[in-house]
C-alpha cells in the first residue's frame, strides 16, 4: 500500500498533475495540505473517475486539507481535541479554528493530514500560535497512544519546521531571525519523536529537501527546505517497507513548491514480496 504527502499549493489549479503522478506511481492514499478552496470548490470529479474517494477539509481560499484514497475512509475530524484557533489580533481561547488538519481511518491505519502554520516571523502572534498548534497536536497524538498503544498512527504533511541544520539549503534562512529553523521549533519538532512517533522517511532517504521557493532559482540551485515529514508511531513503522521524496515534481509547467513524499506500507493484504520502487 502506497501513502503520501504533498502540500499542492493550489488543488484547483494543479489537479491534473496531481491526479497524474497519483495514477503513475499507483498511489492508495494520498494527504494533501494547502487545498486552497471550499469542499465544494474542490475538483473532485478527476479524483473519482481515477478511482478515489475524497475527504475535504477547506474553508476559503486560504490553507485547506484534503485525502484522496482508493479505500474506505472512517472517523473523520476537522480537528484535533483542543487543536487552538487564529485570529489577527485577538487572543485568548475561542477564536476561529482554521482548516489545517483532517484525520481519518483506512484500513485500521490513523492518518493526519496537516498543514501546521507557518509561524511568519518570530515576533509575530502566528508563531506563539504555531508553537501552541504543535503542542497540542503532540498532546492529542500521545493520548490516542495511550489508549491504544498498538494503533498504527501516521502525522503527515507540511510541518513548516525544518528540524536538522542538514535540512536547511536555504541561505535566506538565518538563525534567530528566521522562523522554521528556531530552537522553539526544532524543540516542538523533537518532543513527537520524544514521545515514540518517527519521522519513517529519513533511515531510508536521509538527505534531499521537500520546498524550494519559487523567488530567486532556488530550485535550480537546490537552496531547499525539509519541512514535509511523515512521523509514524511504532506500530506504523513497523509497517514500512520503502520511502521517497519525489523531487522531478518540482520540475516542469506550474508546479507546487513542495513535491510529494511517500512511503510503502505492508497491508494485510500484500505479500512481503511486493517491489520496491527506487
Known sequence: ??????????????VDRVVDWMVR???DVLAMQEIKCKPEQFPAQAFEDAGYELAVHGLSQWNGVAFA????????????PEMPGFLKGEEGPGLPLEARALGV???????????????????????VYKLDWLA????????????NPKLAMALMGDWNVAPLDSDVGDPSLVPGVSTHISPAERSAFEAFEAAGFTDVVRPIVP???????YKALKFPRNE??????ILGSPAFGELVTDASIHRDERKGDAPSDHVPVLVDVQSDDE???RPMIF
Open 69 to 80: 484514497s482508493r479505500h474506505e475512509m472512517t472517523d473523520v475530524a476537522t480537528a484535533f
Open 271 to 273: 505479500d512481503d514480496d
Open 1 to 14: 500500500m502506497r501513502i503520501a504527502t504533498w502540500n499542492v499549493n493550489s488543488i484547483r489549479a494543479r
Open 224 to 229: 531547499g527546505l525539509r519541512i514535509d515529514f
Open 25 to 27: 506511481e499507483d498511489i
Open 136 to 147: 497540542r497536536l503532540k498532546t492529542h497524538a500521545v493520548d490516542e497512544l495511550a489508549r
Open 207 to 213: 538527505e534531499g529537501f521537500t520546498y524550494w521557493d
Open 105 to 127: 481511518t483506512v484500513n485500521d491505519m490513523r492518518l493526519w493530514s496537516l498543514y501546521v502554520p507557518n509561524g511568519r516571523s518570530l515576533d509575530d502572534p502566528h508563531y
